[in-house]
Each structure stands twice: as structure tokens, then as C-alpha cells.
């Protein structure tokens, strides 16, 4: 069952981050591109995850990034350096990996059960948990129309498999007609990119959580324009 088919009481008894996300309505929704904030001073970086088990190797730095599931990996771990506060929200590594802390990842739990894995990671030095989000939806919404500029991959410079993928975007724009309700996503060609509804950004930030910053990649509503009225003269007071 999904979060939209269950009744407004009952999502307010059972869902404690969906009270803290607007409820939908019929305007076009709005996403958000999920970052580091690296304005923190001093922000520990994460590595890269790895496995526990010497035994077991990890495909690839992007294999929590590719909007696909991810087979069983055993433990996970990771490093820090420079040592510094846990934040709620990092990008790991050089494949960009999402690690959050187990309130952030409780948002993702309720409001999206059914677009994201939710993998335990241990941090170093750090007792509370972890977790690494799997965006599991890799969707076709950029709007390249709407995108600053667009440079794909051709057959003279890349792989057959990566023709038609992206090689760079600015100023990132996805269609929302085109994401099928996903509330978290990662956009095919594009997937370095971790994209999440209005509504999982506004529990976030009601929750007050540290280290992300968003940066909308949808147009914003246009604002109805008002009719000119005519100014009405003054007329002097008689006295």
C-alpha cells in the first residue's frame, strides 16, 4: 500500500515525518536536487564504503548510485577524515554515496518505502548508526530543453553502452510529468544526482537534520499575473 492510499488520520497516528510533509495537491510537483552543504566549516569526509569482509569486493564506487537495487554486500564500512561532528547527510566518497544518519533515514522509510534500499554502513569512530540510501527508480525526466546546457556521450568518445548518455549538465532540470510519482529518484544518463520530492525535502528540513543543502531542479510555479487597474486621480479636499 502506498503512503498517498491512507487515510489523512491514519498517516497522522502512524507517520510521523509525513505530518511534516505538505499534502499533495493539484499543482505540479516540484523536485529538488539532495546535496552536501560544504559551507559547514571543518565538514569530515567520508570514504568511499567498503566491505567488511576482506573476501567481498564492491563492483564499483557508483554501485549505490546507479538508481538500481544492490545485491547482498555483507557489512559496511567507512573512514573519516578529517575527523569532525556527524552529520546527518554526506556524499561518501568518490561515488558520491549517500550515508545518513538513522532520522534521516527513517524519513526516506516512511515517505518513500518503495524508492529507496536502505543499506547499514559503519562510520568510524562512531557508535550511533548509519545507513546509505539507495535511490532504486532510475527514471528518463531530464528536460533538456530546460537544462542550461546538455553534452551527451557519442560512438567517437565513449563505450557503446554510454552513447546517449549524459557527459555534463548545468543547471539540471527534470520534468515532473515524466517521474511517475517517484519521491526519490535518480535521473537516467544523469544518476550522480540524488532527486527527491517537495515533500521529502520539507520533512527534512523540518527535522532540522545537518550537512544537505537542496537546489530545486523544476521550474518554479509561475505567479498569475494581475490585472493593471487604472490609478484613480486624487481630487483635492474641498475645503
Known amino acids: 500500500m502506498l503512503l498517498s492510499d491512507v487515510p489523512v488520520e491514519a498517516q497522522s497516528r502512524t507517520k510521523p515525518a509525513a505530518r511534516r510533509a505538505s499534502p499533495r495537491t493539484a499543482r505540479t510537483a516540484r523536485y529538488f536536487d539532495l546535496h552536501d552543504d560544504f559551507r559547514i566549516p571543518g565538514r569530515p569526509e567520508l570514504s568511499d564504503p567498503v566491505a567488511v569482509n576482506a573476501r567481498e569486493k564492491l ?15 555483507g557489512k559496511l564500512r567507512l573512514s573519516v577524515k578529517p575527523p569532525g561532528l556527524p552529520l546527518d547527510f554526506s556524499l561518501a566518497g568518490a561515488g558520491l554515496t549517500p550515508v545518513v544518519s538513522a532520522r534521516v533515514a527513517s524519513v526516506f522509510r516512511e515517505l518513500a518505502p518503495h524508492d529507496v534500499q536502505l543499506l ?36 567517437d568518445d565513449s ?13 539540471l532540470r527534470v520534468d515532473p510529468t515524466k517521474t511517475n510519482g517517484a519521491r526519490v529518484l535518480r535521473a537516467w544518463g544523469w544518476p550522480v544526482s540524488l532527486i527527491v520530492s517537495e515533500g521529502i525535502k520539507e520533512a527534512l528540513e523540518h527535522a532540522g537534520i545537518t550537512g544537505a543543502r537542496f537546489a530545486e531542479v523544476t521550474e518554479p510555479p509561475r505567479q498569475p499575473r494581475r490585472k493593471k487597474t487604472a490609478a484613480r486621480k486624487s481630487r483635492p479636499k474641498r475645503r
Open 59 to 73: 563492483d564499483s564506487v557508483w554501485l549505490f548510485t546507479s538508481g538500481a537495487r544492490v545485491r547482498s554486500v
Open 120 to 155: 547499514p554502513v559503519e562510520v568510524e569512530d562512531r557508535s550511533e548508526p548509519f545507513f546509505i540510501v539507495v535511490a532504486t527508480r532510475l527514471v528518463r525526466c531530464i528536460d533538456e530543453r530546460a537544462c542550461a546546457e546538455v553534452v551527451h556521450y557519442t560512438a
Open 159 to 171: 563505450p557503446p553502452e554510454r552513447v546517449g548518455h549524459y557527459r555534463s549538465v548545468r543547471g
